[in-house]
């Protein structure tokens, strides 16, 4: 079962499982959010918008520090939307195995070899 099914079936067993949520207004900091007790973050989902940012609002990053500061500032955002008050658990991947990096690398250079037999 792929991430995407499991998701639409637990929302469907679970209607009570997601809220609304927005970012507290500047001008009033208590949010109107509901408060939750844990709160799960998937790392990976988080990272990679951080250091290759496709939001023309957020910095590129031109060095590890920077990569670091915009992973924060996009922790903090979401904890003041979500506003755990018991746990907060920030889930990590390792280093992706070396048969997937292969084959990831294999994948790009064969489209861009295909890329350059188009052009």
Do not use: T
């Not at 499982?17 to 001008?27: N, Q």
């Not at 989902?45 to 951080?50: R, T, V």
């Not at 590129?60 to 992973?71: G, H, S």
């Amino acid at each position: 079962m792929g991430v995407p099914v499991f998701f639409k079936w637990m929302c469907m067993r679970n209607p009570k499982m997601l809220k609304d949520a927005s970012e507290p207004d500047v001008d009033s900091p208590m949010s109107s959010n509901p408060e939750v007790d844990n709160f799960y973050v998937d790392m990976n989902g988080l990272i990679h918008p951080s250091v290759n940012p496709k939001d023309e609002n957020i910095r590129v990053p031109q060095n590890f520090e920077e990569q670091c500061e915009n992973i924060f500032v996009y922790i903090d955002k979401i904890m003041n939307i979500v506003r755990p008050r018991k746990l907060v658990y920030l889930a990590i991947d390792g280093v992706a195995p070396r048969a997937k990096m292969n084959q990831q690398r294999s994948r790009r250079f064969r489209a861009a070899m295909e890329g350059a037999e188009n052009n």
